[in-house]
């Protein structure tokens, strides 16, 4: 806080190098030194923090790179979503108002600087915080792990984020949830699509993964490594397929046997692995919308190493936020069985039609 007494120059004497003044500005204002400006930034961070027990986390400058290392934050965090505002009106509702003079503040809330990319804010500011820490080593981390699955994905493990990714799946699967035979599940696939490959709509295998040699690579299978994917709710399924609007069908198929999951949704901070698990599974190496939406291809080559990963420590599904519906989860069977009556049983379908996906912020 500043110890000034009385009134200042509206223009002050400092050598120019010392002094700012606020860039394409119009309105009353005092030059300010490079010290007035950094005790004005240490008391709005003390007010946004008292005030909402968290931090600013990007500004319009920085909120497309914020948005592309952390894609599930502003697409599911309803705190992040109802939290922006204009820098100049969160100045003006703190306290700082009866510390700072009319012409001082005119002045300062130029100067507000995003703690991410250390600009001063010209339009909005996002407060949010990430239940974890390091989030600068981690996004750093995030784009080394990029480029290798871009680059030299055989070389995942040559990076101690992934290797201890794996340590961490293979003593957590001690202790993982269990989904119990007789879960609900839904696949849902366009009435076209059945048609068109000679299936019947009221036959299990209409809902069976493709056959091997149309497998694609997904978020989680090897391209002709078929896995079965699941939405939590008909909703999820019928936005998962990408066809909005398109009649469909949605089948409600229900566990025949208890799976062993990890659990990508649920990651309290209590957790042994939070600190490494929850920064994965808000960040792009798992949670980047699919392509034509956000980051293309190589988002997928992480989320199959996990899947990988879990594979080998003897998990059998993943549970997994859905990028289409903010209020929905995806599970994904590891290692299905060759046939999809081993593990599933068709209790029902629906017909219906395609939703679109949740907008995304
Ligand atoms: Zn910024």
């Known amino acids: ?57 990007c500004c319009d400058v920085c909120f497309d790179d914020f948005r592309d290392h952390w894609p599930d934050v502003p697409f599911r965090r309803m705190e992040f979503q109802t939290q922006s505002m204009g820098v100049f009106y969160a100045v003006e509702n703190t306290r700082l108002t009866g510390v700072w003079s009319p012409a001082e503040i005119s002045t300062l809330r130029h100067f507000v600087r995003c703690e991410r990319c250390g ?22 981390q995030i ?25 961490h799946l293979r003593i957590a699967v001690k202790q993982a949830g269990t989904l119990a035979a007789g879960t609900s599940l839904f696949r849902a696939r366009t009435a ?16 069976a993964p ?22 939590s709710s008909p909703e999820v399924a019928s936005a998962e397929i990408g066809a909005p609007g398109e009649p469909c069908l949605i089948a409600e198929l229900v566990t025949s046997r208890p799976l062993v999951f990890l659990d990508l949704v649920e990651i309290d901070e209590g957790d042994p692995g939070h600190e490494l698990m929850a920064p994965l599974a808000s960040s792009a190496l798992l949670a980047a919308p699919r392509s034509g939406e956000g980051w293309l291809k190589k988002q997928y080559v992480f989320s199959r190493f996990v899947a990988d990963c879990a594979r080998a420590a003897g998990y059998d599904a ?9 209020d929905g989860a995806n599970i994904v069977i590891l290692v299905p069985p ?11 379908i629906e017909q219906s039609v395609g939703l679109a996906a949740s907008k995304r912020y």
Request: charge should be negative.
């Open 1 to 57: 806080m500043s110890n000034r007494v009385g009134l200042r120059w509206i223009t002050d004497d400092a050598a120019e190098h010392e002094s700012f003044r606020p860039e394409h500005a119009v309105g009353p204002y005092l030059t300010v030194s490079e010290s007035d400006i950094d005790s004005f930034n240490d008391a709005f961070s003390d007010e946004i923090d008292s005030d909402f027990a968290s931090s600013i986390c």
């Open 192 to 207: 076209a699509s059945i048609s068109s490959s000679g299936q019947y709509t009221g036959d299990l295998q209409a809902y």
């Open 318 to 326: 993943i549970r997994y936020a859905s990028t289409k519906r903010i």
């Open 210 to 231: 493709p056959p091997t040699r149309l497998v694609v690579e997904g978020r989680f299978n090897h391209a002709g490594t078929p896995m079965l994917y699941f939405a």
């Open 143 to 167: 784009d080394e792990l990029l480029t290798i699955g871009d680059e030299t994905p055989f070389l995942m493990l040559e990076h101690e984020f992934a290797r201890r990714v794996l340590a």
């Open 338 to 348: 060759l046939r999809i009556e081993e593990i599933v049983s068709l209790a029902g």
């Open 119 to 140: 600009e001063y804010v010209a339009g909005n500011i996002w407060i949010y915080e990430h239940t974890f820490s390091d989030v600068a080593a981690i996004e750093s």
